[in-house]
């Protein structure tokens, strides 16, 4: 690990202005992907700025039929909430093992963008809107492309807001020795409209108009049993080419509406 | 792994050598370019600063050209370093074809990643390669992209100028290339999977 200046922010503000006046910093949430990336110093930033004390990250709230969970909030407590979004609270409790998850938190995730990490589909699938120090983006808006969000320089994710769905359910078909999704689909029945949200199998999340189609006149999994989206422009490495994550998107989201359609008990906040 | 496609850029071959032949536009077209420098006639070595995710590094590529088959296209046979994160090594095969108005540059690398970088990133190196590539075909075909109307007074003198200065284009056309394949073999890291 090459040396950086360490700082430990008490609010928001603070974070942001000390982003601003270091030459080349990195703000610290849990750390899960940044501290290995620095001990094989593969990256050397002047500063880095730990999240860790900021109280206004960590809130979580309900109101209106959306659930708010704040960026600090790390994986196990959004595990944890399986009273309010199911799905998402299942999503949060595969994440990594339970060492990853008692660190890495919400923020950090969907900033670093990692194109096989779960919460991008959730965030996607239920068209959660992603607020920051300055503004709100929409989910589909969020994710760019591999490793790429709408991030401006400095900009800090403060908390999400997802939607409650009608339906929902997430179901990933994980690398076995990292759990990270090789693929994984997130399917929801919203109050806007089907939702199918993929991760792990392109550069980025990406969500499957032909499902949701499918999905809007029968939400069944035979609804998709002849849908396959197109290979080109799938990751391919040594885990899975894209013609196995071409066929794994249709068995994830098949498998996912089964659950969605079993847990129907209804999500009501 | 294997990395290719084939890009189209919207201006006529003539042109896109011109600017290509430009280091000024070159270092524009690669992303995180910091220099650019011939050693000899057919080689040359590239400085990088390449950030993909929470991997930000600098790397160093020599590129050595074989096989120069102007304007059809050649070989290229590279290899990058980037301190600690690793290195990478490849070849590959270029092909610049004429589409009316527009050019067609197809390539087709083979490339090895070793270090650091094989060990923690074999996951992300084709992603990052791709998206490497794709920034660097879409920032040169920003930049040379014609107008819709094409200039009828450069159409006399062209022939010459094509025919003297194939050699150099079509080698700047692959250090831009290969710099982009370089840096995105040698990127990729730090996720453990």
Known sequence: MYAFRYHRAGSIDEAVRLHGSCEDPGYLAGGHTLLPTLKMRLAQPSDLIDLGD????????????????????????VARM?????ALAGLAGGIGDFQVRNRGTLGGSIANADPAADYPAACVGLGATVVTDRRQIAADDFFVDLFETAL?????????????????????????????????????????????????????????????????????????????????????????????????????????????????????? | ???????????????????????VILHQAIPGCEAVEQESPTSFTARVKAK??????????????????????????????GGVAGFASGDARITLRED???????????????????QVGARLVEASANKITNAFFSRLDGLVALPETPPPQSTDESPTIGHRRQEVPLERVLI??????????????????
């Open chain 1, 152 to 269: 401006e320089e400095g900009e800090l994710v403060t908390s999400v807001i997802f939607p409650a769905p009608r339906r929902a359910a997430y179901m990933k078909f994980p690398n076995p020795a990292s759990r990270y999704a090789i693929v994984g689909v997130f399917v929801a029945w919203t109050d806007s409209g089907m939702r199918v949200a993929v991760t792990g199998a392109g550069a980025s999340v990406f969500r499957v108009a032909d499902m949701e189609a499918a999905l809007a006149r029968d939400f069944s999994p035979d609804a998709l049993a002849d849908i396959r989206i197109p290979e080109d422009g799938l990751n391919n490495d040594i885990h899975a080419t894209p013609d196995y994550r071409a066929h794994l998107v249709t068995v994830m989201a098949r498998r996912a509406v089964v659950r969605a359609n079993a847990s129907s008990d209804g999500v009501r906040l």
């Open chain 2, 176 to 193: 831009g290339l290969v710099a982009a394949l370089v840096i995105a073999l040698g990127v990729v890291a730090a996720f453990l999977q």
């Open chain 2, 1 to 23: 792994m294997n990395l290719s496609g084939e890009h189209r850029i919207n201006a006529p071959r003539e042109v896109v050598w011109r600017a290509l032949n430009d280091p």
């Open chain 2, 100 to 118: 009316g108005q527009a050019t067609l540059l197809g390539y087709d690398a083979e490339g090895k990643v070793g270090g650091k970088l094989a």
């Open chain 1, 82 to 86: 399986s009273h309010s979004i199911p």
């Open chain 2, 52 to 81: 993909i995710g929470p991997v930000s590094a600098v790397f160093s590529g020599r590129v050595e050209l074989k096989d120069l088959d102007p304007p059809a296209g050649c070989v290229i046979s590279a290899e990058g370093t």
């Open chain 1, 54 to 77: 900021i109280d206004a990250l960590k809130h979580t709230a309900t109101t209106s039929g959306a659930l708010t969970i704040g960026a600090g909030v790390r994986h196990n407590d």
